[in-house]
């Protein structure tokens, strides 16, 4: 398969614990994108990377939430301390440079749930 | 900030039935527009997607989008619904550097 693959699938989680998940893109492209989606909502941005850097964060939900990707090609998603509010999908995708006509390609998620 | 609307958050339809499903957008500049679909239990898909050119953009499985700019509309219709058509719909408008969705509608076909 050679789509964006996201691990792990599902995550079940204590409240204050800290998760983090992996994001695989596509081989060419350079763009990596997480978005969160929760019951009955759309897809919400929260970060992206072209290549190694993260060129846009604000959108983070708090200072509990990061990213990283160390060598322009995998990404991590790191939520420290997790709330029952944290329980959500998450969502990566990633596109070729200059893609703002392109077409963004989507993992399944995970599903993060905290109890 | 860019927002994007869907009217319609559930549709159920009979098969053969035509399909139209709203979305309006705020923004003044140039826009990218996309409708993407999630079928049950996989991940989202581009159906269709208008960034110059006719507003009137075809896409797969027999959908449709036009492009309206003094409406801020970018409605996604077909003609005929199957049952494999059930699944999310969302609509998105490109930022800049990012995708903003609406909140999507659940489109179920009936037999």
């Known amino acids: 398969d050679t789509g964006v693959s996201q691990d792990p699938r599902h995550k079940i989680t204590k409240r204050g614990q800290n998760v983090t998940f992996r994001c695989d893109p596509i081989s060419e492209h350079n763009r990596l994108y997480w978005y969160r989606q929760t019951l009955g909502q759309g897809p919400e941005f929260l970060t992206y990377?072209?290549?190694?850097?993260?060129?846009?964060k604000s959108r983070l939900l708090s200072d509990r939430f990061s990213a990283e990707r160390p060598k322009g090609s995998f990404s991590t998603l790191e939520i420290q301390r997790t709330e029952q509010g944290d329980s959500a999908m998450y969502l990566c995708?990633?596109?070729?440079?200059?893609?703002?006509?392109?077409?963004?390609?989507f993992g399944q998620g995970t599903r993060l749930t905290v109890v | 900030a860019q927002s994007v609307s869907q009217h319609n958050h559930h549709v159920i339809l009979s098969e053969a039935a035509s399909l139209e499903l709203g979305c309006n957008y705020s923004?003044?500049?140039?826009?990218?527009l996309f409708w993407y679909v999630q079928y049950p239990g996989q991940h989202l898909q581009l159906l269709l997607k208008y960034f110059s050119g006719d507003p009137l953009v075809k896409g797969i499985k027999g959908f449709e989008a036009e492009f309206i700019k003094s409406k801020f509309s970018f409605n996604l219709r077909k003609p005929s619904v199957q049952w494999s058509d059930t699944a999310e719909y969302f609509c998105?408008?490109?930022?800049?550097?990012?995708?903003?969705f609406g909140k999507g509608t659940s489109l179920l076909v009936t037999p």
């Open positions: 923004y003044g500049g140039t826009v990218n």
């Open positions: 990377f072209q290549n190694e850097a993260q060129l846009e």
């Open positions: 998105a408008v490109h930022s800049g550097y990012a995708l903003n």
């Open positions: 995708a990633s596109t070729k440079m200059g893609g703002s006509s392109t077409e963004a390609f």
